[in-house]
């Protein structure tokens, strides 16, 4: 194969975790183009969820020689000092995803605060549907300082504001731990009489909220974000009603080559580029994972 770029730039995508399938498909993309520019790449990140290991991991990058970082920020306050750190060494900083509070070259990302809209709206054609007409809404958030699930978060309550007859309750915070969201989901059904509908910010506190609603066959709604095999399950027998479904693939493929451009000095365009969401649910069978 020949490769449209000589130089043998080493890159690194580091993600929140490397557990999710989210960040898979996102490993694919990014590996999709740099194996088609010929360029080194490599994608680390902590097992699970974890802000000290994420930062650990960003600086070894910069130590074995990154180039350029593509990198999806699990807390974008704590990780920017080693960000301005690199971006003072000449690496060029990619953010995926999530970006960090210091500035990067460009985000490519979904527009969180209108997908939480649009999942709002979601949740209330899917109540008002069912004839539920008041009651009060749950949601399961990753953590307080994640600013893609919080915008999310943020644009699910500001959509029911003009809806008074319907309660927003306090977002539980499960670090996208899918037996946490499960546990936090059993909490909202004993503590809530009248819950009526649970929104799931991220793909594991979307499964966690699955678990829990098909093992208490219980009437709620739930509306969730990102899909695997086993969300598209839930989907397919009426579990969870519909779920936000990004594009990481073309987040990593994009990134890449975002990367490549800055590295040759070329122009990388806008500083943020939305990449998209789809509403997946049981009437958008295309939409859904083969």
């Known amino acids: 194969m020949n490769h449209i770029i000589n130089e043998n730039y080493k890159i690194y995508l580091i993600t929140m975790d490397k557990s999710d399938q989210f960040w898979m498909v996102m490993d694919n993309g990014a590996r999709e183009m740099a194996s088609m520019l010929g360029v080194t790449y490599i994608w680390n990140a902590p097992l699970t969820r974890n802000v000290n290991k994420q930062i650990q991991i960003f600086n070894n990058a910069i130590v074995a020689g990154a180039d350029a970082i593509m990198l999806a920020a699990s807390d974008p306050l704590k990780i920017s000092s080693a960000v301005e750190t690199a971006k003072a060494k000449g690496v060029k900083i990619i953010y995926v995803d999530a970006p960090a509070f210091e500035e990067g070259i460009i985000t490519l990302a979904t527009d969180n605060y209108t997908a939480g809209k649009i999942a709002g709206e979601n949740m209330f054609y899917e109540l008002e ?11 399961i958030g990753v953590t307080p300082e994640n600013r893609t699930t919080v915008n999310r978060e943020m644009g699910f309550r500001d959509y029911f504001q003009s809806f008074s007859r319907y309660q927003i309750l306090e977002t539980l915070y499960t670090n996208g731990v899918p037996e946490l969201a499960k546990q936090a989901t059993e909490q909202y059904i004993r503590d809530n009489p009248n819950l009526v509908g649970i929104f799931s910010t991220n ?5 966690g909220m699955g678990y829990a609603l098909r ?3 219980i009437n709620i709604i739930g509306i969730g974000f990102d899909i695997t095999e086993i969300i598209q399950e839930m989907i397919r027998d009426n579990t969870i009603k519909a779920v936000l479904v990004q594009n990481p693939f073309t987040m990593g493929y994009l990134g890449m080559a975002q990367a ?6 070329l122009d990388t365009g806008p500083q943020f580029i939305n990449t998209g969401v789809s509403v997946v649910n049981i009437y958008t069978p295309s939409l859904i994972l083969s």
């Open 203 to 207: 793909e594991g506190s979307t499964l």
């Open 215 to 217: 093992e208490n066959d």
């Open 129 to 139: 549907g069912a004839g539920v007409t008041y009651g009060s809404i749950g949601i």
């Open 260 to 265: 490549v451009a800055a590295l040759r000095g």
